[in-house]
């Protein structure tokens, strides 16, 4: 206790003392509070989004803000989405609306010009809801009644107004107001009535100085467009500078000097003389002891400078050098398919967070007006990257295979196997035609029961089980001529010649004029009980191999009598 004691100040009160920590080396003019160019950096608050004439001069004249805006959207929709709980007439009456109303088309333009002004807005039109400050009414939504969207950026007049409401787990305004060309109100409008299109997301204090929009995509990077440009305007002028010829003249100084108006106007004479014949014959003509000397600039390191400034510009942007640029993957062996497919990546979280609420508010409205009135709107996203028919085909191969093995070891059974199947559909294309009944009616099989041919208790009971068709039957008979010295059961008088059974000769031998090998009848009969088992004595089948048809009796016993033979052409 005594030595917390002598730590504390008299009085039990405590003094608060700011500290402030950071590195700094004032001789060597580094760290905080020198006088050095990192130290004089500023970074001041100026909301370039606010800037309207300053974004249409930069996306009219500027074609690398206009990739920056459009190429990300274009690539949003451009595997649009897919419906997986609708029917086929379902999504084509769907898709007549989409056609009918250009409502891809409105939306990318939304969420372009949400890109560059940083907030756009679509209103849904619909006929017969002429009032636009009530909200929405789902019910009243007749067949053929959308009429599209409106699409209007945050400077054509809308404006949102002070009352706030939860949309989607996020804060917007509760309604907007629409002003004419001559700043009167026009309409109000219920937020459940527009589909916003937003920029980049910024903290909450700067998105209500936005008044609820986000910020331009052009703002975060407009000083490497600022450099980009100034470094490429500065090597193209570099260009004219490539080639220069200096010639030595005696006395330039005191010429240019003290020499008379006409002396000087005759050396510029002269001088323009020996630029014309340059030109035109490529022959320089100096006086006999004047020297002449050509310098030639080589720009060597103006690619790498280049290079970097379109590196921080793809940096900035999100996008890859070949997709920004459209130029060709630099490296050896290099394909560009990692930067690519890291591009896909980020497009699709913003298909996610950017597209699919844009969706999940106009999907009901477009299927009412197409006459569905109750749809389950699970919408999924087709993958932006396509692998080729051969890596397609890996994939189908080795998903197929984990899951047969799996099937085949007992830890799965037939109906999940066959779902797990039908899950490659949207990655590979294959197993579309696996239907519910399918997975339905394999529910519970397992490997051992879907492999099984018939009853595997067939021939060890009396009878076969119930519901089941078998071609296998028990025969049970004595023969009293058995030869006990050798084994072999003989005819009456031991001859050893067998008397006639059910069994021996076959019909194909004793009765039927058309005869075949003992191979090819065998062959015949297990292709005959396996395709028609329990044939009863009399029954006229027609079975085929490869090369013929035939047309048989079946004796009741598993043999046949043949009847015709066909070949097959």
Same mark, same amino acid.
């Given at each position: ?90 999504? $084509? ?31 849904? %039109? ?23 969207? +409106? ?32 700043? #009167?109100?026009?309409?109000?409008? #219920? #937020? ?28 975060? %990077? ?83 400078? +280049? ?89 189908? !191969? ?35 035609? %696996? ?46 001529? #058995? ?18 059974? !059910? ?65 097959? $052409?």
């Amino acid at each position: 206790m005594s030595r917390r004691r002598k730590n504390s100040p008299a009085g039990g009160a405590q003094q608060n003392i700011p500290v402030m920590d950071a590195f700094s080396n004032p001789l060597f003019r580094l760290g905080y509070g020198s006088q050095s160019p990192l130290e004089a950096t500023d970074y001041p608050l100026t909301r370039m989004t606010s800037n309207y004439a300053l974004l249409n001069s930069l996306y009219r004249s500027n074609w690398v803000v206009q990739n920056v805006v459009g190429l990300m959207v274009d690539d949003m929709l451009r595997e649009w989405y897919s419906l997986k709980s609708a029917s086929p007439e379902q999504c $084509k009456a769907i898709q007549s609306v989409e056609r009918t109303t250009k409502l891809r088309d409105r939306i990318s333009t939304g969420l372009k010009w949400g890109r560059l002004y940083g907030g756009a807005a679509g209103l849904i %039109l619909i006929d017969g809801q002429e009032d636009l400050s009530q909200p929405l009414d789902m019910d009243a939504v007749l067949p053929g009644s959308f009429r599209g969207l +409106y699409i209007l950026d945050r400077w054509q007049g809308i404006s949102p107004d002070a009352a706030l409401t939860f949309e989607g787990g996020e804060l917007v305004p509760a309604s907007y107001s629409i002003s004419d060309a001559a700043g #009167h109100t026009a309409a109000r409008v #219920h #937020h459940s009535r527009l589909v916003r299109f937003t920029g980049r997301e910024l903290p909450d204090l700067e998105r209500q100085a936005e008044l609820y929009w986000g910020e331009s995509e052009v703002e975060a %990077l407009y000083k490497d467009v600022v450099a980009h440009d100034n470094v490429s305007a500065n090597m193209a002028a570099l260009t004219f500078q490539a080639n220069i010829n200096t010639m030595e003249v005696k006395g330039l100084e005191q010429l240019l000097s003290l020499s008379s108006p006409d002396v000087q106007k005759r050396f510029w004479n002269t001088m323009q003389a020996q630029s014309v014949l340059r030109s035109n014959f490529g022959v320089q003509l100096v006086e006999q002891g004047n020297k002449m000397t050509n310098t030639q600039y080589t720009f060597t390191g103006l690619q790498e400078v +280049y290079e970097s400034m379109c590196l921080n510009l793809c940096g900035a942007s999100h996008y890859p050098m070949t997709k920004l640029f459209g130029r060709s993957p630099a490296g050896m062996n290099a394909t560009g398919e990692s930067d690519l497919k890291n591009y896909y990546d980020y497009v699709d979280t913003l298909r996610e967070s950017k597209l699919r609420p844009i969706l999940d508010k106009l999907l009901p409205v477009v299927a009412r007006s197409a006459g569905i009135e109750a749809l389950d709107f699970e919408i999924s996203f087709p993958p932006l990257w396509t692998p080729t028919a051969s890596e397609t085909a890996s994939i189908a !191969k080795q998903k197929t295979e984990v899951i047969v093995s799996t099937f085949q070891a007992g830890l799965l059974d037939a109906g999940v196997a066959i779902q797990e199947l039908k899950k490659l559909e949207d990655e590979t294309g294959l197993f579309g035609s %696996l239907t519910d009944q399918l997975i339905a009616a394999a529910k519970g099989k397992t490997y051992q029961d879907v492999t099984a041919m018939r009853d595997p208790l067939a021939g060890l009971l009396d009878t076969p089980a119930s519901g089941i068709p078998t071609g296998d039957a028990l025969t049970q008979d004595f023969n009293p001529y #058995h030869d006990s010295s050798n084994g072999r059961f003989t005819g009456k008088g031991g001859s050893g010649t067998i008397g006639k059974t !059910k069994y021996a000769p076959s019909p194909q031998r004793g009765k039927s004029k058309i005869q075949l090998k003992p191979k090819t009848y065998t062959r015949l009969t297990g292709v005959l009980n396996t395709r028609y088992p329990g044939l009863k004595e009399g029954d006229v089948r027609t079975i085929r191999d490869a090369k013929r048809q035939y047309t048989v009796k079946a004796d009741g016993y598993g043999g046949f009598e043949l009847l015709n033979i066909y070949p097959i $052409k």
